[in-house]
């Protein structure tokens, strides 16, 4: 019987796979006080988030460098979630 349902199953589990690594891509990771600020400061633009970093930095220890890093880090998830949601559009 889990044979039959194994072989039975194996069609829609490569139908949905192009849909769960959409949906893994898309998934936002949950996010700390200090990168949701940098995330939210850095979308006002450079001086804002230049000044957020040099505020408190005594307090996280965070550099510009790395700032910049976490919100490139999230323009790529966010890049290969709407790759990955063409793509299964596309399908």
Do not use: K, W
Request: net charge positive; charged share 20%; hydrophobic share 50%.
């Amino acid at each position: 019987m889990t044979v039959a349902a194994a072989a039975l199953a194996a069609p829609f589990a490569s139908a949905a796979a192009p849909a769960d690594s959409a949906r893994a891509a898309c998934m936002a990771p949950s996010q700390s006080l200090i990168h949701r600020r940098v995330s939210d400061e850095g979308a006002r633009g450079l001086p804002s988030l230049i000044s957020v970093v040099n505020r408190t930095r005594p307090i996280y220890q965070l550099r510009l460098i790395d700032a910049v890093a976490m919100i490139e880090a999230e323009r790529e998830r966010i890049n290969r979630c709407m790759t990955a949601s063409v793509r299964t559009i596309s399908n």
